[in-house]
């Protein structure tokens, strides 16, 4: 069984639950859950090592893959593959929950070094974009 999940807050006051890291899982995935607020969005960009799967638990996201849109709520899942450009946004009426799975693993450090310890805390924007960089991040236009 994994230790307590750690939690960070992201930029965009995004809660952030670290369940599963790659030493948990041999390296094969991180397992995160996350509570992005209504409003909340993340604009285009790629994971260059990384495939993500993102599974809605609670509210009403809009994500767009390779220049699709598609609108998933409870129960649904989407799936990106490595070096796709996607973005996000919560598009619902309030916070919203989302189980994210990165594949392989890794993603889960650019979460702990780029997030604050509590909603308190102001995140460092630059430094959350050079770990982001660092973490196979690139964003696009």
């Given at each position: 069984m994994a230790a307590e999940?750690?939690?960070?807050?992201m930029p965009g006051g995004v809660r952030t639950e670290i369940r599963l890291?790659?030493?948990?899982?041999?390296?094969?995935?991180c397992l995160l859950l996350d509570e992005p607020p209504a409003g909340w969005s993340l604009p285009a960009h790629v994971h260059t090592e990384a495939a993500e799967t993102i599974h809605?638990?609670?509210?009403?996201?809009?994500?767009v893959v390779a220049g699709t849109a598609e609108r998933t709520g409870p129960g649904q899942t989407i799936?990106?593959?490595?070096?796709?450009?996607?973005?996000?946004?919560?598009?619902?009426?309030?916070?919203?929950?989302r189980l994210l799975i990165f594949s392989?693993?890794?993603m889960e450090e650019?979460?702990?070094?780029?997030?604050?310890?509590?909603p308190e805390a102001e995140v460092d924007l630059a430094a959350a974009l050079q770990s982001a960089l660092c973490h196979?991040?690139?964003?696009?236009?």
């Open positions: 999940p750690e939690v960070v807050w890291t790659g030493a948990d899982t041999g390296g094969a995935f809605v638990l609670e509210g009403e996201f809009e994500t799936h990106i593959p490595a070096g796709v450009v996607h973005s996000g946004a919560n598009v619902g009426a309030g916070q919203g929950r392989p693993a890794g650019f979460f702990g070094e780029a997030g604050a310890p509590s196979g991040w690139r964003f696009v236009d």
